[in-house]
């Protein structure tokens, strides 16, 4: 069964640092690209970040890293000076199977 799980979310202050953790299973992690994706309520779900199978991978304002690492079949989000408006739940994706979803985890930035 395929599955991907977050963890690491929680609240942090204007200017902290989070590092979400995404932990896949059921598929041959090592061959597909992984996602982190965002969303608040009443809007869509955003974009943030990814890394290819080889790690080529993009950023977020140059603020937020994507990672991985395979041995551990995990693909991370580093997040670094983060502002109210980065409140959200984060979301892992991968596209194995048509697409599969984690079950999200909540990042909350409060003073």
């Not at 590092?19 to 809007?43: D, V």
């Not at 290819?52 to 140059?62: D, I, V």
């Amino acid at each position: 069964q395929v599955q991907l799980v977050e963890s690491g979310g929680g609240l942090v202050q204007p200017g902290g640092s989070l590092r979400l953790s995404c932990a896949a299973s059921g598929f041959t992690f090592s061959s597909y690209g992984m996602s982190w994706y965002r969303q608040t309520p009443g809007k869509a779900r955003e974009f943030i970040a990814s890394i290819t199978s080889s790690n080529g991978r993009t950023n977020y304002e140059g603020r937020f890293t994507v990672y991985r690492d395979n041995g551990k079949n995990t693909v991370y989000l580093q997040m670094n000076n983060l502002k109210p408006e980065d409140t959200a739940v984060y979301y892992c994706y991968c596209s194995v199977r048509g697409g599969v979803w984690g079950q999200g985890t909540q990042v909350t930035v409060s003073s």
